[in-house]
């Protein structure tokens, strides 16, 4: 199963917005709505951000927003902030053998 | 509050093995299906192995497959990672997440596996 495609970098200044992009097929992103974001801190472990393509969970700021379009999901974070620099993993169910794939990951950089 | 405590990280030779153990605690552990995934050092994150509430289906990233097995004790809230004929390319930081419906929803800090000689 291959990787999910992000780009390396993205990067903007605070109060404005960034999208970063999660390319897959139709045999994982396109084919489901399990979609799922994670932002992770240097050293740090891994963090949820959103899920099911468009869901936060408890205690997540609504400046993190998900979409799909076909094969590529997104993630826009709105007003950035010097704590939103990090870096983000997309992933999504690949099929009940292959369970999920992994972005390559995209370095958030507020300027 | 929902903990999540990996160990059993070592320096281990190739071709050796070793046993990870994650530590569940602030939720009904037979409740959840578990996940193990790995990052590199520098590297992204790579799903490892999934295993359903009860223990009973067990799923494995082709790189591991044959030479991991996941399992679980739901009487003592605890996830294990069998790792044998280890490889270089091994060499990661191990995580156990906890699972809801696809989505890893908590994650351990991590326990750290070198395979070196």
Redesign the interface.
């Known amino acids: ?1 291959s ?1 999910l495609t992000q780009p390396p970098s993205a990067s903007g200044s605070p109060g404005q917005s960034v999208t970063i992009s999660c390319t897959g097929t139709s045999s994982d992103v396109g084919g489901y709505n ?1 979609v ?1 974001w ?1 932002q992770q801190h240097p050293g ?5 951000m959103i ?2 393509v468009t869901k936060r ?1 408890s205690g997540v700021p609504d400046r993190f927003s998900g979409t799909k379009s076909g094969n590529t999901a997104s993630l826009t974070v709105s007003g950035l902030q010097a704590e939103d620099e990090a870096d983000y ?1 997309c ?1 999504s ?1 690949a099929g ?10 995209t370095k958030l950089t507020v300027l | 509050e929902v903990h999540l405590v990996e160990s059993g990280g070592d320096l281990v030779q190739p071709g050796g093995s070793l046993r990870l153990s994650c530590a569940a605690s602030g939720f009904t552990f037979s409740s959840y299906e578990m996940n193990w995934v790995r990052q590199a050092p520098g590297k992204g994150l790579e799903w490892v192995s999934y295993i359903s509430r009860s223990g009973d289906n067990t799923y494995y990233a082709d790189s591991v497959k044959g030479r991991f097995t996941i399992s679980r004790d739901n009487a003592k809230n605890s996830l294990y990672l069998q790792m044998s004929s280890l490889r270089a390319e091994d060499t990661a930081l191990y995580y156990c997440a906890r699972t809801t419906v696809i989505t890893l929803d908590y994650w351990g800090q991590g326990t750290l596996v070198t395979v070196s000689s």
């Open positions: 199963q990787a399990y799922s994670y740090k472990a891994p963090k949820l899920y099911d969970p993993y992933s169910f009940s053998n292959n369970q999920m794939v992994f972005g390559g990951g």
